[in-house]
């Protein structure tokens, strides 16, 4: 299995990790992430998940499983000798984030967990809806999948990664271990992360919510970078 991975280098690197159906430079490079990193000196991993990007795309959901996407991640710190990253991830990044920090909590100093929350979407679409529409077109009564995928296959994404993705991530947990730090980051606007507010209080972690900002339009605010970068300070 193939894993693409790029570095920035600077001290105390930070490993970002982009969310279903997008890659490392749409999330992390186009909304200006890397260089806000970048220009605060820090070192920075942007990582294509397996499925995605430049990385190789099995087409089994046992392949998508969060643990899976998260030993991915060990293997390219593994690679670049890094033993211990804070980690900014988003959507279902933050999923795969949340699975890293259980699998390999040494690896994990502190946690930015944006636009996610305690329920996961795809356990809400039914398998079959999902494969009609990937096949071909079929819309069903839940809209949120056309949405989702409708970007995804006009954009040239693997059709049959994305179900297997979608099969392998659903139903995955965002518990993290109590010893590592997290800040919960959520665009007021966004109903997909609903519920962190609550979850980030019972865990007696940082919230911060973006006025107006939607699933989309939370990765470009000014004030989601500032608030990740002052939290790993």
Request: aromatic share 6%; hydrophobic share 45%; glycine share 10%.
């Amino acid at each position: 299995m193939r894993i693409a991975y790029d570095v920035v280098p600077g001290e105390r690197p930070i490993l970002l990790v982009h969310g279903f159906a997008s890659t490392a430079q749409v999330t992390w490079l186009g909304t200006g992430w890397v260089r806000a990193l970048q220009d605060a000196g820090r070192g920075v991993i942007t990582v294509d998940l397996r499925g995605h990007g430049r990385s190789d795309k099995p087409h089994r959901s046992i392949d998508y499983l969060p643990r899976q996407l998260a030993a991915d991640l060990v293997l390219v710190l593994d690679t670049l000798g890094l033993e211990q990253v804070d980690v900014v991830a988003y959507s279902m990044g933050s999923r795969v984030a949340a699975a890293l920090a259980r699998l390999a909590p040494a690896r994990v100093r502190r946690l930015v967990l944006g636009g996610a929350g305690p329920d996961e979407l795809f356990e809400t679409w039914h398998p079959d809806a999902v494969r009609r529409f990937v096949t071909d077109g079929t819309v069903s009564a839940d809209p949120s999948i056309a949405a989702v995928l409708g970007v995804a296959i006009t954009a040239g994404a693997d059709r049959e990664a994305l179900v297997a993705c979608v099969g392998g991530v659903a139903g995955s947990s965002l518990d993290v271990p109590a010893e590592i730090p997290v800040l919960y980051v959520a665009g007021g606007a966004d109903s997909i992360p609903a519920g962190v507010a609550e979850l980030a209080r019972a865990r007696g972690s940082d919230y911060h919510e973006l006025a107006g900002r939607d699933h989309v339009n939370t990765l470009t605010a000014r004030e989601f970078k500032r608030a990740a970068l002052h939290f790993l300070a």
